[in-house]
């Protein structure tokens, strides 16, 4: 009797059981228990019940030598804090994450993405009505503030400054301004608005306009009353900073 007691004991509390079962929790999530996997909890009670780490370990689907998707998504979380951050990185911030390759950071960028441009086509759907400055800044800055190049935007806006389309303006700079007021024109003309709304971004973080931006915003103003187009605004973006021409009473 005593050795079958022995036997149990041994069976039950022996560190390298222990181990061995503590590994395999390590080895990966499909080691764990069904209701405890990220995947399987979202499709049984809705991604929204996801934590931030849990959603990032879905795009990561699989984790690297000695962690699960789960332990390296925390990582990851931990180092930029949020997914913001996450999304205007460089390759080389990564390369603490051995293991973490250049298709599993494009996976997590492309998502990013996906979200940005969900929020944009629900906004042209509904036609919001754009009242003021920050009405125009609260749908794009998400968007503006973490560009890397200076990009140019228009909101195309009917007759009651209902939002027709966001239009972006593929060609040149304030340092070119004639191809740039070409084109918002024309993009103005193809959409039938009545009115645009200009923006446009600096890089460098500050919204402030230089003297390039204030003579551009002049001759865009005096095509726009050519064309029998308002220019209603001209909105720089900065980090989470923005200039507008109207509000300053520049228009």
């Avoid at 509904?126 to 920050?134: D, T, W």
Wanted: hydrophobic share 35%; aromatic share 6%; charged share 35%.
């Amino acid at each position: 009797m005593a050795k079958k007691s022995k036997k149990l004991y041994e069976k039950v509390t022996c560190p390298e059981s222990l181990d061995s079962a503590q590994d395999k929790l390590r080895g990966g999530i499909k080691n764990w228990p069904e209701d405890e996997r990220p995947r399987e909890k979202l499709l049984r009670q809705g991604e929204h019940t996801l934590s931030d780490t849990e959603l990032l370990a879905i795009l990561l689907r699989t984790g690297v030598k000695g962690e699960s998707a789960v332990d390296l998504a925390r990582k990851i979380i931990q180092k930029f804090k949020t997914f913001r951050n996450m999304s205007h990185t460089d390759i080389r911030d990564w390369k603490e994450f051995k293991g973490l390759g250049q298709a599993k950071i494009a996976q997590i960028r492309a998502a990013l993405e996906i979200g940005r441009r969900f929020r944009e086509q629900e906004v042209k759907e509904k036609k919001v009505k754009i009242r003021c400055a920050k009405d125009a800044v609260n749908l794009l800055m998400p968007r503006m503030r973490d560009l890397k190049k200076e990009v140019f935007k228009v909101l195309l806006l009917d007759g009651q400054n209902k939002l027709i389309d966001i239009a972006e303006i593929e060609e040149g700079t304030v340092t070119q301004a004639s191809p740039v007021i070409r084109e918002i024109i024309s993009k103005a003309l193809q959409n039938f608005a009545t009115s645009i709304i200009c923006l446009h971004n600096h890089p460098s973080g500050g919204p402030n306009p230089s003297q390039e931006d204030k003579a551009f915003t002049k001759e865009l103003h005096q095509a726009g009353e050519i064309m029998q187009i308002k220019v209603l605004d001209h909105i720089i973006f900065g980090d989470n900073k923005y200039f507008s021409f109207a509000d300053k009473g520049l228009m």
